[in-house]
């Protein structure tokens, strides 16, 4: 998986609930990314990074906040966890040096579930 | 908006076969595709990637084609093997957005 881990792998919790996802890659690369996987839906993005500090939102990003404080940490909040939000979290990495390239790797997956 | 998308949700072949994998798209300024496996409880793993000055692009038993005419990209498997069993999804990118991906289709090898 590219040199990139997520915790937890596993995590039931309650509506209401906060939920953080850390993802910790040893790549060094410059972008991060979080995506979410449901039937019928494919993997969309919730938010990415482009460097420390710098963060912005993807195509789901309503009721999940993101911060990176280090290169190789990108944490995935839920401040109030959902039932819509159930679903497998996976984060990616890509370094963007080869120009319009934009090859992403991914890890293992968090599968959450909120009852 | 647009998106990429797969013509079968699943293909099922013999052991042996070549498998043919379609994708179409409908963004004719992408220029960059990838095609990504993703086997069950794991995260897509990276196959193979075209840009869109390149018609076709070999790897181990691996081709991908691009037609951009019809704005259409496959992916080829030769001599299938169960271990090939997963989705595959393909996705695409315009330089300087986010990568967009398809719903996936499931490759099933029988022996």
């Known amino acids: 998986d590219a040199g990139i881990t997520q915790s937890p792998r596993h995590k039931v919790t309650e509506t209401g609930t906060p939920v953080t996802l850390r993802c910790h890659q040893t790549?060094?690369?410059?972008?991060m990314y979080w995506y979410r996987q449901d039937p019928g839906h494919g993997l969309r993005l919730i938010h990415y990074?482009?460097?420390?500090?710098?963060?912005d939102k993807g195509e789901v990003s309503d009721g999940y906040s993101v911060s990176r404080s280090k290169t190789e940490d990108f944490l995935l909040t839920l401040e109030s966890a959902t039932s819509s939000q159930t679903s497998v979290y996976f984060c990616?990495?890509?370094?963007?040096?080869?120009?319009?390239?934009?090859?992403?790797?991914f890890g293992p997956g968090t599968r959450l579930t909120v009852l | 908006g647009e998106s990429v998308g797969l013509h079968l949700p699943t293909l099922s072949v013999q052991e042996g076969d070549n498998s043919i994998i379609n994708c179409a798209y409908s963004?004719?300024?992408?220029?960059?595709f990838i095609w990504y496996k993703q086997e069950s409880g794991k995260g897509p793993q990276f196959i193979i990637d075209?840009?869109?000055?390149?018609d076709k692009r070999q790897g181990q038993r691996v081709t991908v084609l691009l037609n951009k005419t019809v704005k259409h990209l496959s992916l080829q498997i030769a001599a299938t093997q169960p271990g090939d069993s997963a989705v595959y999804f393909c996705?695409?990118?315009?330089?300087?957005?986010?990568?967009?991906f398809g719903k996936g289709t499931t490759l099933s090898v029988s022996s």
């Open positions: 990616a990495i890509s370094s963007r040096t080869s120009g319009p390239t934009d090859t992403q790797y």
């Open positions: 990074s482009y460097g420390v500090k710098d963060t």
């Open positions: 963004n004719s300024a992408s220029d960059y």
């Open positions: 996705a695409e990118n315009m330089a300087g957005t986010a990568l967009i």
């Open positions: 790549e060094n690369h410059r972008y």
């Open positions: 075209i840009r869109s000055n390149m």
